[in-house]
């Protein structure tokens, strides 16, 4: 397999790092990229996914992990009813997602899981004394019963994973020591962010996306731009009532 400087520099600016190898698929024996089109099937065998709707699909379910866990920890402890609404509406939003591309044939992506607590990380490269000819790297499957994740992308997927748990510990660790209306104001503040963030992906995703991956793009898309709206609207709202301008 080899991929060109180009392609690598093209992804590298539109893409986020755990999608960066979308387009580094392995060939098969006949020269073709697996999910291209025109690839041959066996007659009754369903086509394999896009190429790169495995990288997406597992993109978008880290983030949205991320957000369910962050909003589920914190909705107990707001003041404003309004921000626990949200909070409330933000993960049943991302539940909808998840049940969507569930539909597709996607799930949360499983991550290869050390058997002992010494053994190696998955983003861990293999010890050279545990290295063997012909060993092949454990996939990680986004997908049941499809192709798993090319292996290029494996390592930075498991990254992705690895950062989403960081976020949410410290998210946590900074979220615990507010209360009251900074607390509030805090939370709506790092909502704002993130769907702002989150648009950026989801409008770069959908050039990426088969015919089948945009309409999950496109209706998170409009919550989001709904979300950015009530978020802008209710970080006014707190201000009012802190009598600030």
């Given at each position: ?15 986020p ?9 392995t060939?098969d ?13 066996t007659?009754?065998?369903?086509p ?10 597992a993109?978008?379910?880290i ?5 369910i ?14 921000a ?8 049943d ?8 591309l ?26 050279p ?39 949410i ?24 962010d ?5 648009k950026?992906k ?12 945009k309409p999950v ?12 709206t009530?978020?802008?609207d ?12």
């Open positions: 397999m080899s991929v060109s400087r180009r392609s690598i520099l093209l992804a590298g600016a539109t893409l790092l755990s999608a960066l190898l979308a387009h580094a698929q060939t024996s006949t020269g073709q990229t697996p999910g291209a089109t025109g690839q041959a099937t007659p009754g065998q369903a394999p996914p896009p190429a790169e709707d495995p990288l997406l699909a993109c978008v379910l983030g949205g992990r991320k957000q866990e962050n909003c589920s920890y914190i909705k107990g402890k707001l003041t404003s009813d309004d626990k609404k949200f909070a409330q509406a933000e993960i939003e991302h539940e909808q997602i998840k049940a969507q569930k539909k597709l044939g996607y799930e949360y992506p499983v991550m290869p899981v050390p058997a002992r607590p010494n053994d190696p990380r998955p983003t861990d490269p293999p010890r004394e545990e290295r063997k000819d012909g060993d092949a790297p454990k996939p990680v499957v986004v997908a049941s019963g499809r192709t798993p994740l090319p292996q290029e992308a494996v390592v930075l997927v498991a990254v992705d994973h690895e950062v989403g748990d960081q976020c510990l410290n998210y946590r660790k900074e979220m615990d020591q507010l209360q009251g209306v900074k607390l509030d104001k805090r939370f709506v503040g790092h909502q704002l993130e769907h702002l963030a989150l950026d989801v409008e770069t995703f959908r050039r990426h996306a088969s015919t089948d991956m793009l496109d209706d998170g898309l409009k919550v989001i731009n709904t979300h950015i009530t978020l802008k209710l970080m006014d709202r707190l201000d009012t009532a802190r009598g600030e301008k």
